[in-house]
């Protein structure tokens, strides 16, 4: 299976969002990763919907939609609508996770989980099976250059074990830290998807961290 590098366009320049969607459509990423926040699951506000559909119109590449809001469920369908490819919701944000996860199928999308760093990953146990995707928080979400957490690393082999104990076929994505300090270890440990936003966008030659990463991830 193909890995894959998913760079957050959270980390790069709005005012040329367009150039840097471009660079993303020409470059070897996968995926491009959209950072969602609302104020109030995370302390900062990103962007929304209207940036969402803007970038949809000039992206090549699928949309990684990573929801940090709280009550996720009432926004399904307008992120459908926006372009969203995979829509990825936190496990602490959700009482009723199967119920969102369902929703987001029957929506059109491949749903996903992301998990704060210090949650336990107990509570995937029974839906694993459902997911595309379980976003592994390798820093505290709400904010871009943060430093990696070390203690991922573990976490990263636990849902390894566990997705394939479940026979699930859920890709691990990494988030938070990303670089080619990090990410041989998160590779060794079985992580297939590398989100990365300082990374690229803060790079001289951000094709070629892609690049890197890509190369990293065994492509
Ligand atoms: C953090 C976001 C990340 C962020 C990663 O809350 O979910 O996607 O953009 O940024 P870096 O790669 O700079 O840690
Ligand atoms: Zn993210």
Redesign the pocket.
Known sequence: MKKIVAP?I??SNFGKLDEEIEMINRSEAGWI?C?I?DGNF?PNISFGIPVLKAVKEVSKKPLDV?L?IEKPSRYIQAFKDAGADNLTVHLEALVHLDRVIHAIREAGMRPGVAVNPSSSLDGLAYILPELEQVCL?T?N??????KFIPYSIQKVRDLKEMIERTGSSALIEI????DHNTAPALVEAGADVL?????VFKADNPEKNIAKLNQLLGN
Do not use: K, W
């Not at 988030?175 to 990303?178: F, H, I, K, R, Y």
């Open positions: 957050s959270l980390a990763h950072d926040m995370v990573h940090m928080m820093v979400p709400g904010f871009g250059g943060q988030d938070g830290g990303v989100v990365a936003g300082s990374y």
